[in-house]
């Protein structure tokens, strides 16, 4: 209908797969470099090696700051899976009033520029002398992973019949029993999905941290400090993993959704 | 309504509504308070004034808009012929088109922002790309300058445009576009006097938002501008970790947020009009 001419056909794949193409070639190329022998950025590699990943692994600040940021991504996942998941809740079946203005502040940390956000945190810690702290940190995390939680669970819950609940309660369950026995199961694909996000998010949050985080080196804060001193092989092998790690989260999440035919209504 | 039903389901809310009150609100207003004080003299206004006084900050916010802007237009050109192809797809090449977009989406800001180091530096592909095909003797410099900060942002911020835009292409109804066509209109009037208008509501949202995230953009300018580029964020971060001014970062802060306020605020208006 709007194919016309078989060149425009063509000029359209081109510059899709153009598009494609820079989206995807820093990725693609990040890759075989973590892989090289040499120690000058150079592409092909002039011979494989594993000494960028030797490094890594051999150097117990990088290991250091994987424990942090492993550490850092469990606790405010799960604060910000267990927090969000309440709330996405109580927005989508509650009617108390200011749900929208409950909501609108909940998606804040989406929505501010991230930067704003790691002023204010930097300034109001600061206030309170917890600047530099764990505690600081982990809130902050949790916080800024709350947005994609309700995202993600509001949509399920509001997938989910509520007459089931009721169903549940009039024949006298518990609102406990109803929650472990009735929604869970039906959510779990989603708060699976919820709770990858929310530690994915949390693993590469770089800015927030570099500003409040004091001592605590996390592996993004490591290798933005030192993307910015010089450009270190060391990095590509960093990249390359949390790459895989990326990968492996979303193909999980993928899996267990289209298990549960529920990929769709999460994609788009 | 009874008083029962205007707090039912509250208590769900309330924890995380007292971590945001704590953690989030109370910061920023105490950061948009900071810029409206000064010690032993209570409410002012000089903060503000010192910020158009000084050249420099005008310099650093005409850069951020113009490199905003800038990125922002390449994403589109990039982006709506992207959406456009991914839309005629079969299944399984569609499948496998929104699963390279939405992937970067997740990697790490700072690995797609790092490997362009690799690819866009002086002994880099590209450049080893255009000296063989004879285009330029010396290699071009794309890093360390606003070109490669550019190029850097217009990636990271490439989905954000493609995947509602797809989204809204995906719902026109391929009926309508027939209509047209055996009413005998040419595949170029087709194309926009129907489809593109159809869309134009996902692409101003889609724009509106990347604008935005142009704006606060603190990472790839960091890494990619290597100090040369200086956008908003940066001046904040130096205005807060070196030369500590906590009172101006606050006012250009409060500025920032507005802008971004406003602008997100007619970007909710098209994202609604483009999903109803």
Same mark, same amino acid.
């Given at each position: 209908?709007?194919?016309?001419?078989?060149?425009? %056909?063509?000029?359209?794949?081109?510059?899709?797969?153009?598009?494609?193409?820079? /989206?995807?070639?820093?990725?693609?190329?990040?890759?075989?470099?973590?892989?090289? =022998?040499?120690?000058?950025?150079?592409?092909?590699?002039?011979?494989?090696?594993?000494?960028?990943?030797?490094? &890594?692994?051999?150097?117990?600040?990088?290991?250091?700051?994987?424990? *942090?940021?492993?550490?850092?991504? +469990?606790? =405010?996942?799960?604060?910000? +899976?267990?927090?969000?998941?309440?709330?996405?809740?109580?927005?989508?079946?509650? *009617?108390?009033?200011? %749900?929208?203005?409950?909501?609108?502040?909940?998606?804040? @940390? /989406?929505?501010?520029?991230?930067?704003?956000?790691?002023?204010?945190?930097?300034?109001g810690l600061a206030k309170i002398g917890l600047l530099g702290s764990f505690v600081g940190l982990?809130?902050?995390?949790?916080?800024?992973?709350?947005?994609?939680?309700?995202?993600?669970?509001?949509?399920?819950? %509001?997938?989910?019949?509520?007459?089931?609940?009721?169903?549940?309660?009039? /024949?006298?369950?518990?609102?406990?029993?109803?929650?472990?026995?009735?929604?869970? @199961?039906?959510?779990?694909?989603?708060? &699976?999905?919820?709770?990858?996000?929310?530690?994915?998010?949390?693993?590469?949050?770089?800015?927030?941290?570099? &500003?409040?985080?004091?001592?605590?080196?996390?592996?993004?804060?490591?290798?933005?400090?030192?993307?910015?001193?010089?450009?270190?092989?060391?990095?590509?092998?960093?990249? *390359?993993?949390?790459?895989?790690?990326?990968?492996?989260? +979303?193909?999980?999440?993928?899996?267990?959704?289209?298990?549960?035919?529920?990929?769709?209504? *999460? /994609?788009? | 309504?009874?008083?029962?039903? !205007?707090?039912?389901?509250?208590?769900?809310?309330?924890?995380?509504?007292?971590?945001?009150?704590?953690?989030?609100?109370?910061?920023?207003?105490?950061?948009?308070?900071?810029?409206?004080?000064?010690?032993?003299?209570?409410?002012?206004?000089?903060?503000?004034?010192?910020?158009?006084?000084?050249?420099?900050?005008?310099?650093?916010?005409?850069?951020?808009? !113009?490199?905003?802007?800038?990125?922002?237009?390449?994403?589109?050109?990039? #982006?709506?012929?992207?959406?456009?192809?991914?839309?005629?797809?079969?299944?399984?090449? !569609?499948?496998?088109?929104?699963?390279?977009?939405?992937?970067?989406?997740?990697?790490?800001?700072?690995?797609?922002?790092? $490997?362009?180091?690799?690819?866009?530096?002086? #002994?880099?592909?590209?450049?080893?790309?255009?000296?063989?095909?004879?285009?330029?003797?010396?290699?071009?410099?794309?890093?360390?300058?606003?070109?490669?900060?550019?190029?850097?942002?217009?990636?990271?911020?490439?989905?954000?445009?493609?995947?509602?835009?797809?989204?809204?292409?995906?719902?026109?109804?391929?009926?309508?576009?027939?209509?047209?066509?055996?009413?005998?209109?040419?595949?170029?009037?087709?194309?926009?006097?129907?489809?593109?208008?159809?869309?134009?509501? $996902?692409?101003?949202?889609?724009?509106?938002?990347?604008?935005?995230?142009?704006?606060?953009?603190?990472?790839?300018?960091?890494?990619?501008?290597?100090?040369?580029?200086?956008?908003?964020?940066?001046?904040?971060?130096?205005?807060?970790?070196?030369?500590?001014?906590?009172?101006?970062?606050?006012?250009?802060?409060?500025?920032?947020?507005?802008?971004?306020?406003?602008?997100?605020? $007619?970007? !909710?208006?098209?994202?609604?009009?483009?999903?109803?």
């Amino acid at each position: 209908m709007m194919d016309g001419s078989p060149w425009t %056909r063509r000029a359209l794949a081109a510059m899709g797969i153009f598009g494609l193409a820079f /989206l995807t070639v820093p990725l693609v190329i990040v890759i075989p470099m973590s892989f090289s =022998s040499a120690k000058a950025l150079t592409f092909p590699p002039p011979s494989l090696s594993l000494r960028w990943y030797e490094t &890594f692994f051999g150097d117990p600040r990088w290991m250091e700051a994987m424990a *942090t940021s492993t550490i850092v991504a +469990l606790i =405010s996942s799960v604060a910000a +899976l267990l927090l969000g998941g309440l709330a996405a809740y109580g927005l989508r079946r509650g *009617t108390f009033a200011g %749900r929208d203005w409950a909501e609108g502040n909940f998606m804040g @940390p /989406l929505i501010v520029p991230t930067i704003i956000v790691a002023i204010a945190l930097y300034l109001g810690l600061a206030k309170i002398g917890l600047l530099g702290s764990f505690v600081g940190l982990v809130a902050a995390h949790t916080l800024l992973n709350v947005p994609l939680v309700i995202m993600v669970l509001g949509v399920a819950i %509001r997938a989910f019949d509520a007459r089931i609940e009721q169903v549940a309660w009039s /024949l006298g369950a518990s609102w406990w029993y109803t929650v472990r026995k009735v929604m869970l @199961p039906n959510l779990a694909p989603s708060v &699976f999905a919820a709770w990858i996000f929310a530690f994915i998010g949390s693993f590469d949050e770089v800015i927030v941290t570099s &500003f409040i985080a004091g001592k605590y080196e996390t592996v993004p804060k490591k290798m933005f400090n030192e993307l910015i001193l010089e450009v270190n092989p060391t990095i590509t092998a960093v990249a *390359t993993l949390l790459i895989a790690l990326t990968v492996l989260a +979303l193909a999980a999440v993928a899996l267990t959704l289209s298990r549960a035919g529920k990929l769709k209504p *999460t /994609l788009v | 309504m009874n008083s029962i039903k !205007r707090f039912e389901g509250f208590g769900f809310v309330a924890p995380l509504l007292v971590l945001m009150v704590v953690a989030f609100n109370a910061p920023i207003v105490y950061m948009l308070g900071l810029a409206f004080w000064e010690k032993g003299q209570g409410f002012t206004l000089e903060h503000y004034e010192d910020l158009f006084e000084a050249p420099v900050y005008l310099r650093v916010l005409g850069n951020t808009m !113009r490199i905003a802007l800038i990125a922002t237009i390449a994403n589109v050109i990039i #982006g709506y012929p992207l959406a456009h192809w991914m839309r005629g797809l079969g299944s399984r090449a !569609r499948m496998i088109a929104i699963a390279l977009v939405v992937l970067p989406f997740w990697v790490s800001i700072l690995v797609r922002t790092y $490997a362009w180091i690799v690819v866009l530096g002086n #002994g880099g592909l590209v450049n080893r790309f255009l000296q063989w095909t004879g285009l330029t003797d010396a290699p071009v410099s794309f890093l360390y300058n606003e070109l490669g900060v550019t190029i850097g942002m217009a990636n990271v911020l490439l989905p954000f445009l493609v995947l509602p835009l797809f989204a809204a292409m995906i719902r026109i109804d391929d009926r309508l576009l027939q209509a047209a066509a055996s009413l005998g209109a040419p595949p170029r009037t087709i194309f926009w006097k129907i489809y593109f208008p159809l869309t134009l509501p $996902a692409l101003a949202a889609g724009t509106l938002l990347v604008f935005i995230l142009c704006l606060g953009f603190y990472v790839t300018p960091a890494i990619l501008g290597g100090g040369r580029v200086p956008m908003i964020s940066n001046l904040l971060d130096t205005l807060i970790n070196q030369i500590p001014r906590w009172e101006q970062a606050s006012a250009i802060s409060t500025i920032l947020l507005i802008v971004t306020l406003v602008i997100f605020a $007619a970007y !909710r208006r098209l994202d609604r009009k483009a999903s109803a």
